[in-house]
């Protein structure tokens, strides 16, 4: 028994928002149809390099435990393969551009009319509203809503994060709303219509710096690694290598200051408080910086998080598996698939169950691999 057996998605998505929350619903046991245009399907198959046996890693990615059907939306006849589709679904997502949907005779008033239990979730760029023209892309919602603003070099030009950080966290919120509006549907029988932003998405995941403006007036820059409101928090150079600190309190503090050997920075009262460390952080670098460049980054991390002290060493992906895997959080899957030749890799689901686990059913699909099962059971 899994957490979400028994539900059934039409996934209209493509991209990454759109199928990474249908992913996360699928490991969690909902069954999900992935919908895809006849000849290129999603456009993340061709995202590559990299790619593995052929299929690019984007793809991937997001895909596993789904079935690819292919239907050309713009022909009647598919269409109303798509209707009866969504007929036997409890959940429809889509991220088309607003709009698409309704002129294909699969918009929200009219699915809902017919189905009025259907969980129907759209995920936009910039809101079905004056936005809508907009292109709802990761890079240019990052620019657009704040997010390089905030990230790289003091006086840059801005920088976009290294993944596309807002497709997952919308993909998140996408998934919590559909949950939560399954939730309801089974309560009531009342099915409705869920709406998420690449925008809002971001302006809500900027938490702290999005606060500073709201609540306090303050237009937050770009602080390299440093951190508007903790301090020390930030990358700092050890003897050979990077190594960052996050010390998050001032007991933190002191024991960092007892274990570098130099007890008398806790008691200066340009540093005795977080405010005044904060307020003195240029000084208060320059002071750690120097101890710090004594020792090497591993005899740091050793001393230093033996003592209590959060920090750690700025890790590739290489090293972030295997810290994952030395720490037995099981962070990657292999899945086996008949059509490969050997498994096929996969970040695992982060979320532990500890009665309904999440699964790994299925490799990410071929394009239109399932078509004739899935329409031959259809009415």
Same mark, same amino acid.
């Given at each position: 028994?899994?957490?979400?057996?028994?539900?059934?998605?039409?996934?209209?998505?493509?991209?990454?928002?759109?199928? &990474?929350?249908?992913?996360?619903? %699928?490991?969690? *046991?909902?069954?999900? =149809?992935?919908? +895809?245009?006849? /000849? !290129? @399907?999603?456009?993340?198959?061709?995202?590559?390099?990299?790619?593995?046996?052929?299929?690019?890693?984007?793809?991937?990615?997001?895909?596993?435990?789904?079935?690819?059907?292919?239907?050309?939306?713009?022909?009647?006849?598919?269409?109303?393969?798509?209707?009866?589709?969504?007929?036997?679904?409890?959940?429809?997502?889509?991220?088309?551009?607003?709009?698409?949907?309704?002129?294909?005779?699969?918009?929200?008033?009219?699915?809902?009319?017919?189905?009025?239990?259907?969980?129907?979730?759209?995920?936009?760029?910039?809101?079905?509203?004056?936005?809508?023209?907009?292109?709802? &892309?990761?890079?240019?919602?990052? %620019?657009?809503? *704040?997010?390089?603003? =905030?990230?790289? +070099?003091?006086? /840059? !030009? @801005?920088?976009?994060?290294?993944?596309?950080?807002?497709?997952?966290?919308?993909?998140?919120?996408?998934?919590?709303?559909?949950?939560?509006?399954?939730?309801?549907?089974?309560?009531?029988?009342?099915?409705?219509?869920?709406?998420?932003?690449?925008?809002?998405?971001?302006?809500?995941?900027?938490?702290?710096?999005?606060?500073?403006?709201?609540?306090?007036?303050?237009?937050?820059?770009?602080?390299?690694?440093?951190?508007?409101?903790?301090?020390?928090?930030?990358?700092?150079?050890?003897?050979?290598?990077?190594?960052?600190?996050?010390?998050?309190?001032?007991?933190?503090?002191?024991?960092l200051c007892e274990r570098?050997?130099?007890?008398?920075?806790?008691?200066?009262?340009?540093?005795?408080?977080?405010?005044?460390?904060?307020?003195?952080?240029?000084?208060?670098?320059?002071?750690?910086?120097?101890?710090?460049?004594?020792?090497?980054?591993?005899?740091?991390?050793?001393?230093?998080?033996?003592?209590?002290?959060?920090?750690?060493?700025?890790?590739?992906?290489?090293a972030a598996f295997d810290?994952?895997?030395?720490?037995?959080?099981?962070?990657?899957?292999?899945?086996?698939?008949?059509?490969?030749?050997?498994?096929?890799?996969?970040?695992?689901?982060?979320?532990?169950?500890?009665?309904?686990?999440?699964?790994?059913?299925?490799?990410?699909?071929?394009?239109?691999?399932?078509?004739?099962?899935?329409?031959?059971?259809?009415?």
């Amino acid at each position: 028994m899994r957490s979400l057996d028994g539900v059934v998605v039409a996934d209209f998505s493509r991209v990454l928002a759109g199928p &990474y929350a249908t992913m996360l619903l %699928a490991d969690l *046991g909902a069954e999900v =149809v992935k919908i +895809e245009r006849p /000849g !290129d @399907g999603d456009d993340t198959r061709a995202w590559g390099p990299p790619y593995a046996d052929g299929e690019a890693t984007y793809f991937l990615a997001v895909n596993r435990n789904k079935r690819s059907v292919t239907l050309d939306l713009r022909d009647e006849g598919d269409r109303a393969a798509a209707r009866k589709i969504v007929a036997r679904a409890d959940v429809l997502i889509e991220n088309f551009r607003p709009g698409t949907m309704e002129r294909l005779g699969l918009g929200h008033e009219e699915l809902l009319a017919a189905h009025p239990g259907l969980v129907y979730c759209s995920v936009t760029g910039f809101g079905a509203g004056e936005g809508s023209h907009l292109a709802g &892309y990761d890079l240019l919602v990052q %620019a657009m809503g *704040g997010l390089m603003s =905030v990230t790289g +070099e003091p006086g /840059g !030009d @801005g920088t976009k994060a290294g993944v596309a950080l807002v497709d997952v966290i919308t993909g998140l919120h996408a998934g919590m709303g559909i949950l939560a509006a399954l939730r309801h549907r089974d309560r009531t029988g009342e099915g409705q219509h869920v709406e998420v932003s690449l925008l809002t998405s971001l302006l809500s995941a900027l938490t702290n710096q999005a606060s500073a403006y709201v609540a306090g007036g303050v237009v937050p820059r770009a602080m390299g690694n440093g951190h508007p409101s903790v301090a020390p928090y930030e990358v700092f150079r050890a003897k050979d290598r990077p190594l960052v600190l996050a010390v998050g309190n001032d007991r933190q503090f002191r024991l960092l200051c007892e274990r570098i050997g130099r007890p008398e920075l806790a008691g200066d009262e340009r540093f005795a408080s977080n405010s005044a460390r904060v307020a003195h952080r240029e000084v208060l670098v320059a002071e750690l910086s120097a101890a710090l460049e004594a020792r090497t980054a591993d005899e740091w991390f050793g001393e230093l998080t033996g003592a209590g002290v959060p920090c750690g060493p700025i890790n590739d992906l290489a090293a972030a598996f295997d810290l994952a895997g030395r720490l037995g959080l099981g962070a990657e899957v292999g899945l086996d698939d008949p059509r490969r030749d050997g498994p096929v890799g996969q970040v695992a689901n982060p979320i532990r169950m500890s009665a309904t686990p999440p699964v790994y059913r299925t490799a990410p699909p071929r394009l239109g691999e399932d078509t004739a099962a899935v329409l031959g059971d259809l009415p």
